[in-house]
């Protein structure tokens, strides 16, 4: 199994009005076997991650997910949901995912979607490994795989103000959008937007930036 690609999106996209990730995997020998066939990797799946028998699917309800894989699905549609299952392990909020075959027989395009991108990136090369093992009888140490995600998960999380204004605009209903990785936002959209970094917006001049970091460094310096 091989990730060809990976792509981003930030705010609405063709796949999506949410912030999504667009994985193209080559599922290899895979896609020769749905799941029901794989021995008793359903039951070690559900085993490993109890959560996804939650996962609604394309069945619309609760435990949808568990009955596809009883049904017999394929390894791609099982990456997108354990994909969103451990980012949901690890606190973020995600449900929306969709699985495509892109070409025949084993290329697929896996959506989700993701809160921290470059967690969100990790969670899914890990998801990937987990379900070759777990395809191939091999022994899996979720609870290492877990840590080390966690571990990414806070190195590149906001900060608490920041935080706390990305989580404000959402309750009402701002449109809001994370730069890159660090701790820069976009509420809003066109003329209309607006950028913020911590608590420091882009209307203050550099003028004005520069003598409030010398007044703190002055008040710093006579404590």
């Known amino acids: ?5 990976i792509q981003c ?3 609405r996209n063709i796949h999506s009005h949410r912030h999504v990730i667009k994985m193209v995997v080559d599922i290899g020998e895979f896609y020769k076997s749905p799941t029901k066939d794989l021995g008793d990797f359903n039951e070690r799946l559900l085993t490993l991650f109890p959560g996804l028998r939650k996962h609604f699917c394309s069945k619309g309800f609760e435990g949808g997910f568990v009955e596809r894989l009883r049904e017999g699905t394929y390894i791609g549609h099982v990456i997108e949901h354990v994909i969103i299952e451990i980012q949901n392990l690890l606190g973020y909020e ?3 995912g969709k699985t495509r075959l892109v070409e025949e027989p084993s290329l697929y395009y896996i959506v989700f ?3 921290n991108r470059k967690c969100a990136i990790e969670c899914a090369r890990s998801a990937i490994g987990i379900i070759c093992s777990l395809a ?5 140490d979720v609870d290492a795989i877990l840590q080390y995600l966690k571990t ?3 190195e590149t999380e906001l900060g608490p103000s920041t935080a706390a204004i990305y989580a ?3 309750k009402r209903g701002i449109p809001v959008t994370r730069i890159g990785d660090g701790s820069i936002l976009r509420l809003g959209y066109g003329k209309y937007s607006r950028l913020i970094q911590a608590s420091m917006t882009d209307l203050p001049g550099c003028i004005s930036v520069d003598i409030g970091k010398q007044a703190a460094y002055q008040a710093d310096s006579k404590g």
Do not use: C, L
């Not at 191939?136 to 899996?140: M, R, T």
């Open 1 to 5: 199994m091989q990730i060809q690609s």
């Open 9 to 11: 999106f930030t705010g």
């Open 94 to 96: 995600v449900n929306y």
């Open 113 to 115: 979607e993701y809160i």
């Open 136 to 140: 191939e009888n091999k022994e899996i």
């Open 152 to 154: 990414i998960a806070v």
């Open 168 to 170: 404000e605009a959402k």
